[in-house]
């Protein structure tokens, strides 16, 4: 084998296990770097508190190097097995990866880092590369059914919404700072959290033209915490009422726990296991 199949190979096998998260080193891959985007994002908001700041900083930035190097790597990675790197370096996931690494390198030479740490949390956006991970569940009753069926657009929702309290909350702490209330980032997401679900306690308020503007988006924003699920809830519940009235059948996937199949089917639409005969139908 040439020096040359060999690295064709290995871009391949690299170009499987990070980009395919169909296959089981992309599912694993994809698993793990959910992990350390939570961490370095957790990391990122433990370090904008003061009092841990000054009592495990140099942990904190140690932390934040070893995330910094490894999603490095990993960028460095996605661009060699790619077959078009410039369309993965422009694309939404590659800026978003290029920005997960950039601030801390420019933070050698930058002496107030306040803003970069900011820049750096927008690290959670790259949850939704993995969200493909959630598979469908187990399913018994009406409304059991109805609920599980909805899980995975309920649960795109919540990462969503999460996604914009951290932002809106980081973005808050970068806009009206400390004295104006927002003391760090976990208070500035505290007050999102509030804002979104509620109008608001009143302990925490903007001061700025742009706090205020954005303190409307959140608001506004707070309705679709209850019509969104609602929605989706419904409508599953709408398809699961249907499927028992036409005679769907009940039958449980062993594999991917799908349930509803055709009358018919003898393998699951999903995962394409073989599926439990029916009473009374023979095989063939």
């Not at 930035?61 to 369309?87: D, G, S």
């Not at 420019?106 to 590369?129: A, E, K, M, P, T």
């Not at 899980?151 to 919404?161: G, S």
């Not at 979104?196 to 608001?219: E, N």
Request: hydrophobic content about 45%.
């Amino acid at each position: 084998m040439s020096t040359r199949t060999r690295i064709e190979t290995f871009r391949h096998t690299l170009y499987q296990t990070i980009y395919q998260a169909n296959t089981p080193a992309g599912k694993s891959f994809d698993i793990a770097l959910m992990i350390l985007i939570l961490i370095s994002v957790l990391t990122i908001i433990l370090d904008s508190v003061a009092d841990i700041s000054r009592r495990y900083g140099e942990q904190l930035a140690t932390a934040e190097w070893v995330f910094t190097t490894l999603f490095t790597v990993e960028y460095i990675l996605r661009i060699f097995c790619i077959h078009r790197p410039i369309k993965y370096i422009i694309s939404f996931y590659g800026l978003i990866d290029l920005l997960a690494i950039v601030p801390s390198y420019l933070g050698i030479f930058i002496s107030d880092s306040h803003y970069l740490q900011v820049i750096r949390i927008l690290r959670v956006l790259r949850i939704f590369r993995v969200l493909k991970l959630v598979r469908f569940i187990n399913q018994s009753n009406l409304l059991i059914n109805a609920l599980m069926a909805s899980r995975l657009k309920i649960t795109i929702f919540m990462f969503t919404i999460s996604t914009l309290v951290v932002i809106f909350g980081s973005a808050m702490y970068l806009i009206e700072g400390p004295e104006h209330g927002f003391a760090n980032i976990p208070v500035s997401i505290y007050w999102a959290v509030v804002t979104l679900t509620t109008v608001g306690f009143g302990d925490i308020t903007p001061q700025t033209d742009l706090g205020r503007a954005i303190s409307a988006v959140v608001m506004i924003s707070g309705y679709a915490i209850i019509a969104v699920p609602t929605g989706i809830f419904t409508a599953e519940l709408s398809q699961e009422m249907k499927r028992q009235n036409t005679g769907v059948d009940e039958r449980v996937c062993s594999k991917c726990r799908k349930i509803g199949h055709e009358m018919e089917a003898n393998y699951c639409r999903i995962c394409g296991t073989e599926l439990p005969r029916l009473a009374g139908k023979k095989s063939g």
